[in-house]
Each structure stands twice: as structure tokens, then as C-alpha cells.
């Protein structure tokens, strides 16, 4: 069964500052990876998705993610975050067989200082 | 816009009073799924439907059902809600259930079990 581990529950950066998102995976074949964010009190908003091709996608609000096969990662980056980027974000995965659901990471809380 | 409406968005019940939660799309997306989001944890799929057919994760306590009377709407039932059921609840939808199919979020219910 496919996992995602997200090794940072809470990170802090400064507005202006660069940010990376770590998500690891565990999947025998080729994972269907996302990221999602979830500001309070809102539900998901898909910012990017990777299924094959060109191992560095871009995604909406300025994100991108690499996928890099060898190291099971899938880590979200932004080069100069926004006060508007605090919220929870969750790395996920799906599968192409058998169950069909996402499977989420347990999240990494953004908090941006000015 | 074409979305996907939960309501109500805070929702208060007494301990083993039954209770129904709405959601409704507009994006005539044929499979719709429930997730139940506990504090600081990663959304979990309760079930979800392709078209009329009703697909229960294993692990869903018999205490939780849905109705999908049409293609706009879902409900979550939950039955005999109990303290550790306190959760906010997602509703989501996508264009058919492969992996890369984009799922669409909802604002959310917040649960709150008195």
C-alpha cells in the first residue's frame, strides 16, 4: 500500500524568503503525486500534480515540485514566499491499482513572519 | 464558477443524536467522495461514488453512511455520532476515478459532537 510522510509538521520563514515542503512516498510503481493547500477554515485546493514527463512541474500561486525517483521525494518549493502562503500543506499520492483514493501526508503548517 | 457546496459549514450535535451533512456540485463530475479530517491529521476517505455505485473504505465504522439521491448531490449520515467523530468533513468530486483525475474540494463541515 502506498504512504507519504511529510517529516515537517510545522515550519516558520520570513515573507520574502525561500521555502521548500518535504513529502516522501512509498509506492512500488510510478506514483500519481499532488500537493494540495488548505488555508483556515477552507477545504483543498490543488496547487500542482506530477504524473510523468519532465521530473520538475509548476503549479499555481508561483510553486513548483520535483520529483526525484531515486530519493522517493516529491518536495514543493517557492523562491520568495507571500504572507498570503500560511496555511497547511498536504502531499499526496494515488494509486493505479486497486484503491483508487488519494492518500494524504499528515500535513506541514506554513506560518510566514513579516 | 462551477463548484462543490457543503453545508451546513459548522455543524453541532448531541452525542448519539443522527445528523446529515450536504454537499452539491455544479461541476456534473460523475464520482464524489467523503473525507473525514480530524485536528492536525491528514483528510481520510470514508467512501466515495462512481455514478450509483457506492465504494466503503474498509476501515469506515458502520456508523457513517451516504446517499447520493442524484448526480449533484452526496450526503454523509452519521448515525449514532459519538465524541471521537468530532471532525471536519469534505466533500469532493472528480471526472472519473483514475489516479490523475483532479479532485475537487469543498469548504468543509465542522462537526462538533456536544
Known amino acids: 500500500a502506498q504512504s507519504v510522510t511529510q517529516p515537517d509538521i510545522h515550519i516558520t520563514v520570513s515573507e520574502g524568503a525561500s521555502l521548500e515542503l518535504r513529502c516522501n512516498y512509498s509506492y512500488g510503481a510510478t506514483p500519481y503525486l499532488f500537493w494540495y493547500v488548505q488555508s483556515p477554515g477552507q477545504g483543498l485546493q490543488l496547487l500542482l500534480k506530477y504524473f510523468s514527463g519532465d521530473t520538475l512541474v509548476q503549479g499555481i500561486k508561483g510553486f513548483e515540485a520535483e520529483f526525484k525517483r531515486s530519493q522517493s521525494s516529491f518536495n514543493l518549493r517557492k523562491p520568495s514566499v507571500h504572507w498570503s502562503d500560511a496555511a497547511e500543506y498536504f502531499c499526496?499520492?494515488?494509486?493505479?491499482?486497486?484503491?483508487?483514493?488519494?492518500?494524504f501526508g499528515s500535513g506541514t503548517r506554513l506560518q510566514v513572519q513579516p | 464558477d462551477a463548484m462543490v457546496i457543503q453545508n451546513p459549514r459548522y455543524q453541532v450535535t448531541q452525542f448519539g443524536k443522527p445528523v446529515t451533512l450536504s454537499c452539491s456540485q455544479t461541476l456534473n463530475h460523475n464520482v464524489m467522495y467523503w473525507y473525514q479530517q480530524k485536528s492536525s491529521q491528514a483528510p481520510k476517505l470514508l467512501f466515495h461514488?462512481?455514478?450509483?455505485?457506492?465504494?466503503n473504505e474498509a476501515d469506515t465504522p458502520d456508523n457513517f453512511q451516504s446517499r447520493r439521491p442524484n448526480t449533484s448531490f452526496c450526503f454523509l449520515d452519521i448515525r449514532s455520532p459519538g465524541l471521537g467523530d468530532a471532525a471536519m468533513y469534505l466533500c469532493?468530486?472528480?471526472?472519473?476515478?483514475?489516479?490523475?483525475?483532479?479532485?475537487?474540494f469543498g469548504p468543509g463541515t465542522r462537526l462538533t459532537v456536544t
Open positions: 461514488y462512481y455514478d450509483k455505485d457506492f465504494n
Open positions: 469532493a468530486t472528480s471526472r472519473g476515478s483514475q489516479p490523475t483525475s483532479e479532485q475537487y
Open positions: 499526496a499520492v494515488g494509486a493505479d491499482t486497486g484503491r483508487r483514493a488519494l492518500t
